[in-house]
T-cell receptor, first 109, second 112 residues
Framework: RKEVEQDPGPFNVPEGATVAFNCTYS??????FFWYRQDCRKEPKLLMS???SGNEDGRFTAQLNRASQYISLLIRDSKLSDSATYLC??????????FGPGTSLSVIP | SQTIHQWPATLVQPVGSPLSLECTVE??????LYWYRQAAGRGLQLLFY??????ISSEVPQNLSASRPQDRQFILSSKKLLLSDSGFYLC???????????FGSGTRLTVV
């Protein structure tokens, strides 16, 4: 089992749709969780940290389920500018940071 | 505010040639610094990290090396490039363990 796994994608959704990305991790002692977005041929950029109680930033909501070792990212009211690859990132108890393979999103007019 | 600079943006090098990529961070001191590589269509692979001047940890055995001659400078080098060294090289820093990374704009290396 890979250390961090994500939905294989790609996701093609119309503008205004709600889309959810899922991520699972194998190390139950993992301590920090993040979502990054990476535009084509660009560097990854931090989208948001994921907190145990869940957190929201505008149209984006991140949730963590430690019991199931599962992280999610929900994007509401999708915009064309949301088209990118979304990377799930996990930091383990040994301070090892693992990037998931990413899920590609295309928002279609 | 903190900024990270990485150059060059694009590089085409022949097999067997040397490599030097530089990364500098401004606006902070004693950052943790990282070199990642992303092969085409693949995920990010950690190559090296450094927690201080002269301290380098290698994650993957390869023909690359890293150095940290100054607090906010991180250099990735190779004496002889291989075709398999092609990829998107990213430098990153972070404030501490619970913070996310901030990446430089990357260097797209093509070895021909």
């Amino acid at each position: 089992r890979k250390e961090v796994e994500q939905d294989p994608g790609p996701f093609n959704v119309p503008e205004g749709a709600t889309v959810a990305f899922n991520c699972t991790y194998s190390n139950s002692a993992s301590q920090s969780f993040f979502w990054y977005r990476q535009d084509c041929r660009k560097e990854p950029k931090l989208l948001m940290s994921v907190y145990s109680s869940g957190n929201e930033d505008g149209r984006f909501t991140a949730q963590l389920n430690r019991a199931s070792q599962y992280i999610s990212l929900l994007i509401r009211d999708s915009k064309l500018s949301d088209s990118a690859t979304y990377l799930c990132v996990v930091r383990t108890s040994y301070d090892k940071v693992i990037f998931g393979p990413g899920t590609s999103l295309s928002v279609i007019p | 505010s903190q900024t990270i600079h990485q150059w060059p943006a694009t590089l085409v090098q022949p097999v067997g040639s040397p490599l030097s990529l530089e990364c500098t961070v401004e606006g902070t001191s004693n950052p943790n610094l990282y070199w990642y590589r992303q092969a085409a269509g693949r995920g990010l692979q950690l190559l090296f990290y450094s927690v201080g001047i002269g301290q380098i940890s290698s994650e993957v055995p390869q023909n690359l090396s890293a150095s940290r001659p100054q607090d906010r400078q991180f250099i990735l080098s190779s004496k002889k490039l291989l075709l398999s060294d092609s990829g998107f090289y990213l430098c990153a820093w972070r404030k501490g363990a619970d913070y996310g990374y901030t990446f430089g704009s990357g260097t797209r290396l093509t070895v021909v």
